[in-house]
């Protein structure tokens, strides 16, 4: 009977499909045979835009940008303090305005051509043309005439505070005292020579597409080159012989692996396909401390997850409510129930330990406390509190703290508000625009210093969003910048962080830790604030 | 049936004009554009930005000269031997990518589509092959244990989503029993899963649709008519039943391989395929206006062909049709 | 006297008749799987508009307990956050019929139409409305999502609008291919000899003669429009925090899938029941609307 034969010959079709596959054998997914001694397979997030540290923005670039470029001076795998890069020493004059820094003898590029001082100059001079639009090139607006010259307002670089004394030493004279200044060029790529002369050979310099980025063409002076981009797939990078200390590189290669979804990333890591993930998913978090503690990674991160209030919006405009809110959010518990990553919970702005410095400030009083601003402020109980919206960009994580928080605020003060989910871009816009009540937000500190997280609230600064405007603030601010030690400059921050504290423009919720798995044989990895772990030390055991 | 072809390549002119200068307007009334960023953009350098892009140009001279580049200015179609490049080809320019500066959307599509075809293809394949056995079956044996059985294993194919079927056999062929990468497009292996998950989902939607349209088929009278003369069943449903049946399934299957061929989001994120299916969903989510505008002109081609190509095997399935 | 009554009454019931609609309710009934089907769509919907009622709430957080396995105080279970599956389940399966429902009647009646005319119509008629179908299908719809929030706010209606303008296409392109397919049939060349305006011969011979795909392809898309508005509110359309559907508790579901295997389980055999017996339903429905069939 035709119709039985019909059946019997798909099931069978079906088990074939599934039988003849062939036993797999998943580790050697990223080579062939065995696995080669020292190559580390990296999940690294989202796609690369680009590999042009003037043209880029984001983590998942700074990752590989550490490996291919190398700054004047770097960071140290255990604190990220500087110490010396391409630069083997340097000299700040007495007022702190002029830093001149003397480059390693016998420095070359990775096609071999000698790395000078006036490479760097060449380099400045690229990201601060107007028309490159680069995105970071205020980080060197520290220096004289940078960021004139980068408005378009000044026409001569050599005006500008750069300069290549000789092949071997570099002069920058800065604008005013930045006492952070060696902090940014250790950990931001920004501050990286770019291999200018190569960089011409393919189109105009101030172009973004010119595609010198791509395996065989990009050139640079970190401890890797790169040697294969297959997007979306899998990016390569391999030992540079031409490092000036390429004998101390304990790397034969490292593999980045695009993984922009954590349960598929997680996957991975588990069939041995990656040696370091990006994130773990949240509900893997109590899995793996409790099967595999070895595996888990959890380390502090220099950021701060808050919630944003537009401050001309009633009730928001009420420092009191804002302050109740801050309080009655039950933050221990959203940590250890919720989060689950050993975060901490955050009384304050800045970040307890950063750089030496730990703000005294800190919401305190609780619930109680809450309840009785409230009231002062009109509400008692919540009663006749209008309902606020607060937005979130779509994610699990945002989703889940923010329903969480939405619970407590009803529980513990009788206020109900309206969450509204977004598309990243439409947040972000709603955001710029000021379009909004209340919203999620989080701050990653670019470079280490508590300076990153105050500037922020000044009255101009783009960051700001909160439409809050504080003339005392701004004056202390400039204040600290001006300081002429680093307990004065300290001390100014506490001012600003109880500022910050008592009138709670933003809500600070807790400092983010990273979350992630790693293969116990990856050694010579420290956790850093930054999350940044200069390549060269790491190695697989 | 040229004539009929012609009359409908005639058309795809204005049709692929309307959609081009559709998407081009749509994207710039959404709030955030390219460089919105979570860190606030100085006035300065946005404006710079702006003007390499010139996007500060007034809307009807951006369209217009992104049009010019579209335009096929010459014709070298010898340029195929060195890859799917468009530009050199046929002067077909689809500018550089927003998100991604350092690659031009005709490189992307060409890198990209390839996968996504290869996906696509034997997904399809693997659809056609479970899901018209299985309606075909349900039909001509309806109402007995083997159509509830074959409608069950259809229907179990809808209710799975991708998202949780994809998991699964992830955790259950990759982890627990090794068989596979879990993720990946490295060699052939890493075909089967993602192919089989997405195959499976159109594979259900096939089937239903082949033994629906069976079903109305197998009760016209020149059915009748063929059982009585004493054909046997195979020949009746082969011969006669299967032209009519499968209309709905060809229908459905137009945009449907449109759909497949161009990759599926969900998959894509799953198993971590370099294919174009994300591309589709991830460039409107950053905005980046070159890189939708060339997805959805490739996305449009495929439906227009497609379409015409169903609008012809309809035809050929069924003989009272003509081309009109 | 009595005698010869009953042979009046006997020819009357006879020439009374019965509707085809009366024909079709009678068969539906006899089939026992799609009464099935049926019953349990019935209950379903039943339980997920007065269920909450009496259940527990479903926003009610216990942190302390977060992610549990079924139990005697929550049957099938508990989020990350706590809160019972169950009646997070009856709740999401509000917003999920609702807009299944809604949305897959809105793409119905479009796409049914649209796709008739055309079919029916034919030549130039059919070419431009195939065209305008082909421009849509092309339309990123993300793009289109997002400007329709833009201009119109976001509230539920929306959903309905944007879910409905993706999926009536394939419903019109699978119309308008039977249409075409049946336009030739004799019964179909009688209305026109008999002078039947168009409208009516598409709306009263056409559009009931394709009833067998329609039901199908209905059936299909439901689910679908369930998963699509999963996929929405991933834009911001669709249901807010806390509240859920169907869709949305598949996906959390899936995320959990290894660790609290009930998420994923509990709803996704509801949903899966929904779609099972919608289907036995359709089927019972498009067998019991055959005029052809070869049952009586």
Known sequence: ?541 | MLRFISHRLLQAFPVMFIIITGTFFMQRFVPGGPFTAEKAVTPEVLRNLNAYYHLDDPLWKQYRDYLWDLCPKAFHPSAFERGLDLKEAFGIDFRPSFKYPNRTVNEIIAEKLPVSLELGSYSLLIALALGLPLGVLAAIRRNTWIDYVCSAAAMTGICIPTFVLGPILVLVCAIHMGWFNASGWYGPIDRVLPCLTLGSVYAAYVARLARGGLLEVLNQDFIRTARAKGASEARVIFRHALRGGLLPVVSFLGPATAGILTGSFVIETIFQIPGLGREFVNSAFNRDYTLVLGTVILYAALIIGLNLVVDVVQVALNPKLKFE | MNAELKPATAVEAQERGRSPWHDAWRRLRRNRLAVFGGIVVVTLLVLCVFGPIFSQSFRDQNLDLGSTPPSRAHWLGTDTLGRDLFSRILYGGRISMMVGITATLVALVIGVSYGAIAGFAGGKTDAVMMRIVDIMYALPFVIFVILLMVLFGRNIVLLFVAIGAVEWLTMARIVRGQAMSIKHMDYIEAARALGFSRRRIIFRHVIPNLMGPIIVYTTLTIPAVMLLEAFLSFLGLGVQPPMSSWGVLIKDGADNMEESWWLLVFPGTVFSLTLFSLNFLGDGLRDALDVRSSKD
């Open chain 1, 1 to 541: 009977m035709p119709a039985r034969r019909l059946l019997i010959l798909t099931l069978s079709a079906g088990l074939a499909l599934a039988g003849g596959c062939a036993r797999h054998d998943g580790a050697a997914a990223a080579g062939p045979g065995g696995r080669p001694a020292q190559v580390l397979r990296f999940g690294n997030g989202s796609e690369p835009q680009d590999l042009d540290p003037q043209a880029v923005t984001g983590v998942p670039e700074l990752n590989i940008i550490d490996s291919l470029f190398e700054g004047l001076v770097t960071g140290d795998p255990h604190d990220l303090h500087p110490v010396p890069g391409l630069a083997e020493s340097w000299d700040i004059s007495a007022d702190g305005l002029v830093y001149t820094f003397h480059l390693r003898g016998g420095l070359r590029w990775s096609n071999g051509d000698p790395l000078t001082a006036d490479d760097f100059v060449q380099s400045y001079k690229r990201i601060l043309t107007p028309s490159l639009g680069s995105e970071y090139s205020y980080l060197l607006w520290f220096v004289a005439g940078a960021a004139d010259y980068n408005a378009g307002r000044l026409s001569d670089f050599s005006k500008v505070g750069f300069e290549a004394v000789d092949d071997r030493t570099l002069r920058v004279s800065l604008r005013s005292p930045t006492p952070f200044l060696l902090k940014i060029i250790a950990t931001h790529y920004s501050w990286d020579a770019v291999p200018v002369k190569v960089l011409a050979r393919y189109g105009p310099l101030d172009h973004k597409d010119t595609g010198w980025t791509k395996p065989g063409r990009l050139v640079g002076s970190g401890p890797f080159m790169l040697k294969e981009w297959t997007p979306n797939q899998r990016i390569t990078v391999v030992r540079n012989p031409f490092y000036w200390d390429a004998a101390n590189v304990r790397l034969d290669a490292i593999e980045y692996y695009p993984t922009d979804n954590g349960p598929t990333e997680e996957r991975m890591f588990r069939t041995g396909q990656l040696d370091v993930t990006s994130t773990l998913p949240l509900p893997k978090t109590d899995v793996y401390r409790r099967d595999h503690p070895g595996e888990l990674q959890i380390e502090p991160y220099l950021g701060l997850y808050f919630y944003r209030c537009n401050v001309t919006r009633p009730p928001l405009n009420d420092k009191r409510v804002r302050r109740a809110l801050a309080l009655a959010i039950d933050r221990e518990r959203l940590v250890k129930d919720v989060l689950r990553g050993d975060q901490m919970p955050a009384f304050a702005v800045s970040y307890p330990g950063d750089s030496g410095y730990t703000p005294e400030a800190r919401l305190s009083g609780g619930v109680p406390e809450a309840r009785r601003l409230l009231a002062e402020a009109g509400y008692p109980g919540g009663r006749g509190f209008p309902t606020i919206e607060l937005l979130y960009n779509t994610s699990d994580n945002h989703r889940l703290i923010a329903e969480a928080i939405q619970a407590m605020w009803r529980t513990n003060l009788g206020v109900d508000i309206r969450l509204t989910n977004e598309e990243w871009k439409v947040y972000l816009d709603a955001q710029h625009t000021q379009n909004f009540q209340m919203q999620r937000a989080g701050w990653i500190a670019d470079y280490l210093d508590p300076h990153v997280f105050l500037e922020i609230w000044e009255t101009r600064n783009g960051n700001n969003d909160t439409l809050w405007s504080n003339p005392e603030y701004d004056r202390v601010l400039h204040l600290a910048l001006n300081a002429r030690s680093e307990a004065e400059r300290y001390a100014d921050y506490q001012r600003l962080d109880a500022i910050l504290v008592d009138e709670c423009p933003v809500i600070p919720i807790y400092y983010y830790t990273r979350v992630f798995a790693m293969n116990p044989r990856v050694a010579g990895w420290w956790p850093t604030l930054l999350d940044i772990h200069p390549w060269k030390y790491v190695y697989l055991r």
